[in-house]
């Protein structure tokens, strides 16, 4: 298993801000964001928007960064903070 | 690291003494000679609406090691010998303090350009975000190329 974050506005298109997903083996976050899709069509637009980005265990990583189970991988909209 | 530096990170709703924490990081040692700061504070109008409240949502955890490590960063590129960053979270009405950001140097020059890095880093790379209540509806704020930009300069 690995925790799936979401936020902001993200959060809000998806109607929800955590899930547990089942990971079995390695896998890269494409790999992921790509298997949500499948379970959950609706959520094509919001999540696979250019403009999304991940983090992996906290850390700003890009859609090639591996991940393994245990893991907690977020996907939230750029930052507006300050 | 800063080597020595005191760099303090603080995330949470409580509001902030801009003068009681200026004067902590200008205590720490009779090396600084120059303090500066920063804060952010939220205002009533944007993109030409009247902004009467605003939500800040982050990322706990997250929000924490990305502020240490930009301040880190200063810290090491202007010689710091001290800094504070403290962002609050929550519900906020115009005229609110968001934001601090205290450096302490050497020199104005190390200061000056520490803590505008610091807030120029924060704006793009710490997992903050801004949701506005206006007179037109609830909106999300969009991130702006011009605080890209300015990131980038460093």
């Not at chain 1, 079995?24 to 919001?46: F, M, T």
């Not at chain 1, 403009?51 to 977020?74: C, F, I, S, W, Y």
């Not at chain 2, 303090?35 to 997250?62: C, K, Q, T, W």
Request: contains cysteine.
């Amino acid at each position: 298993m690995i925790k799936v974050l979401f936020f902001a506005k993200l959060r809000e298109a998806l109607g929800q801000s955590e899930l547990q997903w089942p990971l079995a083996a390695e896998a890269s976050v494409e790999d992921v964001r790509a298997a949500l899709v499948a379970e959950y069509p609706q959520w094509q637009e919001a999540l696979c928007a250019s403009n999304v980005l991940t983090a992996l265990n906290q850390e700003v990583v890009n859609a090639k960064a591996r991940v393994k189970p245990g893991d907690e991988l977020a996907f939230y909209p750029p930052v507006t903070g300050g | 690291m800063g080597s020595t530096a005191r760099l303090k990170v603080q995330v949470g709703a409580a509001d902030f003494d801009a003068g009681e924490e200026i004067r902590l990081v200008q205590a720490l040692t009779d090396s600084i000679g120059g303090v500066a700061s920063f804060i952010g504070a939220m205002r009533s109008s944007n993109d030409g609406r009247r902004v009467d409240a605003m939500s800040l949502e982050h990322y706990p955890g997250m929000t924490e090691k990305a502020l240490g490590r930009i301040v880190d960063e200063a810290a090491n590129r202007w010689q710091l010998l001290g800094a504070t960053v403290i962002h609050r979270v929550g519900e906020f009405v115009p005229g609110d303090q968001i934001v601090l950001v205290v450096t302490a140097a050497s020199h104005r020059g190390e200061a000056f350009a520490a803590c505008e890095f610091i807030m120029d880093y924060l704006k793009t790379r710490a997992p903050f975000w801004k949701k506005e209540r206006t007179s037109e509806g609830d909106f999300w704020v969009e991130a702006r190329d011009s605080d890209e930009q300015a990131a980038d300069r460093w």
